[in-house]
Nanobody, 119 residues
Framework: QVQVVESGGGLVQTGGSLRLSCAASGRSIESYFIGWFRQAPGKERERVASINWSGTSPFYTDSVKGRFTISRDSAKNTVSLEMNSLKPEDTAVYYC????????????WGQGTQVTVSS
């Protein structure tokens, strides 16, 4: 069993920055991928970024490449999403999720944190 808890959302103006944090805990956490997803009203949930616990091979969806950075702090068991040059279209509820490296689906989800970018 793995638990993930997000923090760090809020309201920011266009061009601003926010940092989201995902605190992960549980057995064999090093065997899990951690992903950040988002869902805007009326849209499907999409994977924004993900990373393995060793910190290699990060993934970014095209719309955030060059603006968002995912990283993990193994000492604190956290995975952060640094979001820069934010746009109104980045407005969504952001979720942290975890999946075992041997599985294709993310199994453990946080409750989400709202990010709102005003124009």
């Amino acid at each position: 069993q793995v638990q993930v808890v997000e923090s760090g959302g809020g309201l920011v103006q266009t061009g601003g920055s926010l940092r989201l944090s995902c605190a992960a805990s549980g057995r064999s956490i090093e065997s899990y991928f951690i992903g950040w997803f988002r869902q805007a009203p009326g849209k499907e949930r999409e994977r924004v970024a993900s990373i393995n616990w060793s910190g290699t091979s990060p993934f970014y969806t095209d719309s955030v490449k060059g603006r968002f950075t995912i990283s993990r702090d193994s000492a604190k068991n956290t995975v952060s999403l640094e979001m820069n040059s934010l746009k109104p279209e980045d407005t969504a509820v952001y979720y942290c999720a975890a999946r075992k490296v041997t599985r294709s689906q993310y199994e453990y989800w946080g409750q989400g944190t709202q990010v709102t970018v005003s124009s």
